[in-house]
């Protein structure tokens, strides 16, 4: 992505309204914010914009509503957060945007805040319509994106809406999160090695592929293991594998001797019977048709280990086992550690992308060193796959 207007602090954006599409959607339980990451990343632009004297209206989504009120997905708790946070008046807009609303924010302070109400609330969103676009562009000076994570969607408030401000930037986020991609796909300090793991190959073939091109190792966890362990013969018991992966599986490691990518895949694993019982170390030839593979052995995290040590650049996308029970997060926690001592001591560049690695890694008690850590899911990959996402081609 070449050519994107960046924000500059040395812009002058006093008494100007800027727009600023965020992405705070984020876990809520009972109207409480359990994982407040996303919401943090955003502060050092919300607080450069509130040092500079904006008036700044910010908008997100939460969930899918689909275009209906849901209470469930109100950002109430976010702007309470923000009110606790922030040293500025912050205000909570919960307003009809379909009307012409433009008054209502004609008297808004500089260095004050206007929270609106869940953006998909509005169905017009989603559908990337105009008008509503247009409506959106009215009220503001400057827009800006920071939410790389939602800018793979063709969306009003991410897509259409540059149509009608006469300043359009992307945000410090988004710098920092295509700078770090570009780590491993265009400035990459080599050997590369990436770590990639989830439920399904398909849903990452071409990820996959693109990968195989750039990195010289690539290690494989998760659910997405099994079917390798499962292509090559061994027994998976009750394990989750994808259906109809054969000829996947084979493209994939014929690019790799094509490319001289070396694909790692688990030598043992942890096994259990259920999801919620405890695990036992396993080689692959013993498991069992009762039982279920949830996280790697002590053989392979020793292995993968190893090509950390001797990697100089790593991407690592999915955790390597059910990490959400405690018998079966050594692989993930121990990849984590590793990851994290040696870009602090050995000044490894880490890229750590994907919800759930995000997830995984805040679990830990102990205080862990990335380079950088991507909120983005569908974004980061598509950005990986080398898609020109609509969010940014507005941008250039």
């Given at each position: 992505?070449?050519n994107?207007?960046?924000?500059?602090?040395?812009?002058?954006?006093?008494?100007?309204?800027?727009?600023?599409?965020?992405?705070?959607?984020?876990?809520?339980?009972?109207?409480?914010?359990?994982?407040?990451?996303?919401?943090?990343?955003?502060?050092?632009?919300?607080?450069?914009?509130?040092?500079?004297?904006?008036?700044?209206?910010i908008?997100?989504?939460l969930?899918?509503?689909?275009?209906?009120?849901?209470?469930?997905?109100?950002?109430?708790?976010?702007?309470?957060?923000?009110k606790?946070?922030?040293?500025?008046?912050?205000?909570?807009?919960?307003?009809?945007?379909?009307?012409?609303?433009?008054?209502?924010?004609?008297?808004?302070?500089?260095?004050d805040?206007?929270?609106?109400?869940?953006?998909?609330?509005?169905?017009?969103?989603?559908e990337?319509?105009?008008?509503?676009?247009?409506?959106?562009?009215?009220?503001?000076?400057?827009?800006?994106?920071?939410?790389?994570?939602?800018?793979?969607?063709?969306?009003?408030?991410?897509?259409?809406?540059?149509?009608?401000?006469?300043?359009?930037?992307?945000?410090f986020l988004?710098?920092?999160?295509i700078?770090?991609?570009n780590?491993?796909?265009?400035?990459?300090?080599?050997?590369v090695?990436?770590?990639?793991?989830?439920?399904?190959?398909?849903?990452?073939?071409?990820?996959?592929?693109?990968?195989?091109?750039?990195?010289?190792?690539?290690?494989?966890?998760?659910?997405?293991?099994?079917?390798?362990?499962?292509?090559?013969?061994?027994?998976?018991?009750?394990?989750?594998?994808?259906?109809?992966?054969?000829?996947?599986?084979?493209?994939?490691?014929?690019q790799?001797?094509?490319?001289?990518?070396?694909?790692?895949?688990?030598?043992?694993?942890?096994?259990?019977?259920?999801?919620?019982g405890?695990?036992?170390?396993?080689?692959?030839?013993?498991?069992?048709?009762?039982?279920?593979?949830?996280?790697?052995?002590?053989?392979?995290?020793?292995?993968?280990?190893?090509?950390?040590?001797?990697?100089?650049?790593?991407?690592?996308?999915?955790?390597?086992?059910?990490?959400?029970?405690?018998?079966?997060?050594?692989?993930?926690?121990?990849?984590?550690?590793?990851i994290?001592?040696?870009?602090?001591?050995?000044?490894?560049i880490?890229?750590?992308?994907?919800?759930?690695?995000?997830?995984?890694?805040?679990?830990?008690?102990?205080k862990?060193?990335?380079?950088?850590?991507?909120?983005?899911?569908?974004?980061?990959?598509?950005?990986?796959?080398?898609?020109?996402?609509?969010?940014?081609?507005?941008?250039?």
């Amino acid at each position: 992505m070449e050519n994107i207007n960046f924000f500059s602090e040395n812009l002058d954006v006093q008494n100007k309204t800027v727009m600023l599409r965020l992405d705070f959607n984020v876990p809520i339980k009972d109207n409480i914010i359990q994982d407040d990451t996303r919401i943090n990343l955003c502060f050092p632009l919300i607080k450069t914009l509130i040092k500079k004297k904006a008036k700044i209206i910010i908008l997100s989504h939460l969930g899918r509503p689909k275009g209906q009120r849901v209470p469930e997905l109100s950002l109430d708790p976010i702007h309470r957060y923000l009110k606790k946070k922030l040293n500025t008046n912050v205000y909570f807009y919960k307003g009809n945007l379909k009307r012409n609303i433009m008054e209502e924010f004609s008297y808004n302070k500089e260095g004050d805040i206007i929270l609106f109400e869940n953006i998909r609330y509005f169905k017009e969103e989603e559908e990337n319509d105009e008008v509503f676009a247009k409506r959106l562009g009215s009220i503001c000076d400057i827009y800006i994106n920071d939410a790389f994570s939602c800018s793979h969607r063709k969306q009003a408030s991410i897509h259409k809406i540059t149509k009608f401000v006469k300043k359009s930037y992307a945000g410090f986020l988004m710098k920092k999160e295509i700078n770090a991609i570009n780590f491993i796909t265009k400035n990459k300090k080599r050997p590369v090695t990436c770590i990639i793991g989830g439920a399904k190959i398909s849903t990452k073939i071409n990820v996959i592929s693109n990968l195989i091109k750039e990195v010289d190792n690539l290690v494989i966890v998760g659910a997405m293991a099994n079917n390798f362990i499962s292509f090559k013969g061994y027994r998976v018991g009750k394990s989750l594998v994808e259906k109809n992966t054969k000829n996947i599986i084979e493209k994939i490691i014929k690019q790799a001797d094509e490319k001289n990518c070396e694909i790692i895949i688990p030598e043992d694993c942890k096994v259990g019977k259920e999801l919620s019982g405890n695990g036992i170390n396993k080689k692959l030839k013993d498991i069992k048709k009762d039982e279920i593979i949830l996280d790697i052995g002590k053989e392979t995290i020793k292995s993968i280990c190893s090509k950390i040590d001797n990697s100089n650049t790593l991407l690592w996308n999915g955790p390597a086992g059910y990490f959400e029970n405690e018998n079966f997060k050594d692989g993930t926690m121990s990849i984590a550690k590793k990851i994290s001592e040696n870009t602090k001591n050995k000044s490894l560049i880490s890229i750590l992308g994907g919800g759930d690695t995000l997830s995984a890694v805040n679990k830990s008690k102990e205080k862990l060193f990335f380079t950088h850590l991507s909120t983005a899911g569908g974004a980061f990959l598509e950005y990986l796959e080398g898609k020109d996402l609509p969010g940014l081609s507005v941008l250039k």
